[in-house]
Nanobody, 126 residues
Framework: QVQLAESGGGLVQAGGSLRLSCAAS??????????MGWFRQAPGKDREFVTA????????YYSDSAKGRFTVTRDNAKNTAYLQMNSLKPEDTAVYYC?????????????????WGQGTQVTVSS
């Protein structure tokens, strides 16, 4: 089994920054081959794609809303992925989830991710 645990969420003013972490544990021997994704879900809305990163960090993929403000990275030695969020806006308020795709394919399709964290709340005040 694989467990994902997000951390780093909180309350921040508009224009501020947060850095989310996603630590993988359990059967993580092949973590460096997994694609890792970040999604978010605001109240009353569907869970939406934010960004994803390939196992080697050579490829990344951003939603239009994240491009230019958010940066996804990973440290395979620590089995951890990160989401640096800058210039936050009130519309970024949501629960943020990390997800793992052991098949390694970079995708925005949430159905392609096998493992999910419990989520961390990000609230941006105006």
């Amino acid at each position: 089994q694989v467990q994902l645990a997000e951390s780093g969420g909180g309350l921040v003013q508009a224009g501020g920054s947060l850095r989310l972490s996603c630590a993988a544990s359990g059967r993580t021997f092949f973590f460096s081959m997994w694609a890792m994704g970040w999604f978010r879900q605001a109240p009353g809305k569907d869970r939406e794609f934010v960004t994803a990163i390939s196992g080697s960090s050579s490829d990344t993929y951003y939603s239009d809303s994240a491009k230019g403000r958010f940066t996804v990275t990973r440290d395979n030695a620590k089995n951890t992925a990160y989401l640096q969020m800058n210039s936050l806006k009130p519309e970024d308020t949501a629960v943020y989830y990390c997800a793992a795709a052991p098949h390694g394919v970079l995708t925005r399709n949430k159905g392609s991710y096998d493992y999910w964290g419990q989520g961390t709340q990000v609230t941006v005040s105006s």
